[in-house]
């Protein structure tokens, strides 16, 4: 099956500075790369998604990338505030045989501090 | 237009008994996945429904079942609870092949 590694674990930057994460997966299959916020005490937050079908995608001061030669996207976030200090989940999927939605495979997650 | 809806919020079980938790899926979404999330990890694929059918299924035992209804609303049942169980139980919904939209999850304890 599917398997996604995340780096860093950690990420500490200044305010304003970017933060950049990455990920990679085993199954060259996987056509859908969303990517996740999670709060203390909340579900995850979709904050941007690419297929595989495109290379970069951009929602104002989020941009994700896509390698589907080496098997890794990038999450790429700039300008960085104090709020957006959290859990950061990569994912991939394929989409399911026959019907239905996207099985997804997350990454172990990235804590994403922001000093002010 | 609502989000996805999760109940209960928290929940306290001991060990062998069993446990539903419930799931409301966003407005116009007819697929619910269930996710099991342990401290410190993300989230993990248990199973999917779509119109009312299995849809496939992650790496979890038998005793970790669902339901989908009509409203397309969904139950995860878990039997034989085991301490390692205790996680948070995501749901997220969505529309073909659209994004999935998660819920704010239940917290399971079992002691």
């Known amino acids: 099956g599917e398997n996604v590694e995340q780096h860093p674990s950690t990420l500490s930057v200044q305010e304003g500075d970017s933060a950049v994460i990455k990920c990679t997966y085993s199954?060259?299959?996987?056509?859908?790369f969303p990517w996740y916020k999670q709060e203390l005490g909340k579900g995850p937050q979709l904050i941007i998604d690419?297929?595989?079908?495109?290379g970069e995608k951009k929602d104002q001061r989020i941009a994700v990338t896509l390698n589907k030669t080496a098997k890794h996207f990038s999450l790429h976030i700039t300008e960085t505030q104090p709020e957006d200090s959290a859990v950061y989940f990569c994912?991939?999927?394929?989409?399911?045989?026959?019907?239905?939605?996207?099985?997804?495979?997350f990454g172990k997650g990235t804590k994403l501090s922001v000093i002010p | 237009e609502t989000g996805v809806t999760q109940s209960p919020t928290h929940l306290i079980k001991t060990r062998g008994q069993q446990v539903t938790l419930r799931c409301s899926s966003q407005?116009?979404?007819?697929?619910v996945s269930w996710y099991q999330q342990a401290l410190g990890q993300g989230p993990q694929f248990i199973f999917q429904?779509?119109?009312?059918?299995?849809?496939g299924r992650g790496n979890f035992p038998p005793r970790f079942s669902g339901l989908q209804f009509p409203n397309y609303s969904s139950e995860l049942n878990v039997n034989a609870l085991e301490l390692d169980d205790s996680a948070l139980y995501l749901c997220?919904?969505?529309?073909?092949?659209?994004?999935?939209?998660f819920g704010p999850g239940t917290r399971l304890l079992v002691l």
């Open positions: 997220a919904s969505s529309s073909g092949v659209g994004a999935q939209y």
């Open positions: 199954d060259s299959a996987s056509n859908y």
């Open positions: 690419i297929r595989s079908n495109v």
């Open positions: 994912a991939a999927s394929k989409i399911a045989s026959g019907a239905g939605s996207y099985q997804l495979t």
């Open positions: 407005s116009g979404h007819n697929t």
């Open positions: 429904y779509y119109r009312e059918e299995e849809n």
